[in-house]
């Protein structure tokens, strides 16, 4: 590793410039993940933090940084929506106009969290990758700055500021997980915290669909990937920025990789168990921990890094989270067309303690017999031991049940 081109003394200046500006978030403790680990585990609450996540913390160092001709120029940034946020949100503190690119479908509160701050929103592409080529173009032809959302030195400093803040908070703690996508959060809490306490794990998690550090670290370098479709749209980052990737290669212990139905699990868990609102990119610390409960060393703090999720998503999220813990079943069963055959089956799921969400009845149908109808069904059952049962008994009465 050569000559850093982010210090510890770095990450202490970042803190000291972002007192009064940000709140120092709470870390709570989780007696469910505790249990579940065998030891103390923690919750560091940046969902909880202005704007929405962690990255405000980045954004306000960068730009408060610029020179004042430099802030004139204007900034110009691409988010899928957290780092979006912060520029803006940071940009309105400090004076400068921001423009921000976004991928087309991009979560719509982001979009107009991003506008009530103050920024102008344009469109480009469909993934964080093509909005950033977008950004940097602009600035060329603008002159505006170009606000990386995580490979600048300033960047990484101000998000490290949050394990500085853990140390503080849970001294006791003896492992950092936390989420990944360019790699600025993983890179800046490693550095701060290793530079204290180098025995301390950090472990850093992706989403299973969009897993760049496993292969870039076994590569050596950062390499491309294309990421599909994910519920965690802010760790969605193609290639990991080049000044993270080296501290994360020297520093973190450990990348992981976690399910959609994982992050819909930890989602709900942190929502009933903690009343903690976060976003499913948020949570891949707490998925990992759910997949592996074993494989982490108590105590453990894991980073909620953002609590910015449309409503819309979160109900989806949630339909998701319920059956992937067994809690939600949704199947197709054949009946018999005849008066009473519907209020039957209701009655009979009634005494089995399954809670009917949703009924379709479909009475006409080419696959249908003239005496048959279908409904689908949408239950709320209480785990997976009474699905198997509502199932077995619904089998027994002789009902057709079919999936998919």
Do not use: W
Request: with cysteine; net charge negative.
């Amino acid at each position: 590793m050569g000559a850093p081109q982010v210090t510890y003394d770095d990450v202490v200046a970042a803190r000291e410039l972002l007192a009064g500006v940000i709140v120092q978030t709470p870390v709570v403790h989780s007696r469910v993940l505790s249990e579940m680990l065998g030891g103390p585990v923690h919750l560091k609450c940046e969902n909880l933090q202005r704007a929405g996540s962690f990255k405000v913390r980045g954004a306000y160092v960068r730009i408060a940084r610029l020179t004042d001709e430099e802030r004139a120029r204007g900034v110009v940034a691409a988010s899928a929506g957290n780092h979006a946020q912060g520029v803006a949100f940071a940009s309105g503190l400090l004076g400068a106009k921001s423009r921000v690119y976004m991928p087309e479908g991009a979560p719509l509160p982001k979009v107009e969290a991003t506008r009530a701050y103050g920024a102008d929103v344009v469109f480009a592409g469909h993934t964080v990758d093509v909005a950033l080529q977008a950004a940097k173009d602009d600035a060329e032809r603008s002159g505006a700055v170009f606000i990386h959302p995580f490979d600048h030195p300033d960047v990484v400093a101000g998000q490290g500021t949050i394990g500085l803040e853990i140390l503080e908070q849970f001294p006791e703690t003896g492992t950092i997980v936390l989420p990944i996508g360019g790699g600025g959060l993983a890179a800046g809490v490693a550095l701060a915290v290793k530079s204290l306490r180098p025995g301390i794990r950090i472990v850093g998690v992706q989403a299973e669909r969009a897993a760049a550090y496993p292969v870039s670290l076994a590569a050596g370098h950062p390499v491309m990937v294309e990421p599909t479709s994910t519920m965690a749209d802010g760790i969605a980052v193609g290639r990991p920025g080049e000044l993270p990737f080296e501290l994360i290669h020297y520093l973190v212990d450990s990348v992981v990789t976690v399910s959609e139905e994982t992050l819909s699990r930890a989602l709900l868990l942190c929502l009933e168990r903690s009343k903690l609102v976060v976003e499913p990119a948020g949570v891949a610390g707490v998925a990992a921990l759910l997949d592996h409960p074993h494989a982490f060393e108590p105590p453990v703090v894991a980073v909620l890094s953002g609590g910015n999720i449309d409503p819309l998503l979160l109900s989806k999220v949630l339909r998701h989270g319920l059956a992937a813990a067994g809690r939600y079943l949704a199947f197709r069963i054949r009946l018999t067309d005849r008066p009473g055959a519907l209020a039957a089956l209701l009655a009979r799921l009634a005494d089995l303690g399954a809670n009917v969400l949703d009924v379709v009845h479909e009475r006409v149908a080419p696959r249908l017999h003239l005496d048959e109808a279908e409904v689908l069904l949408q239950l709320e059952t209480r785990g997976p031991a009474h699905c198997d049962e509502v199932l077995g008994a619904l089998r027994r009465d002789g009902y057709k049940l079919s999936f998919g």
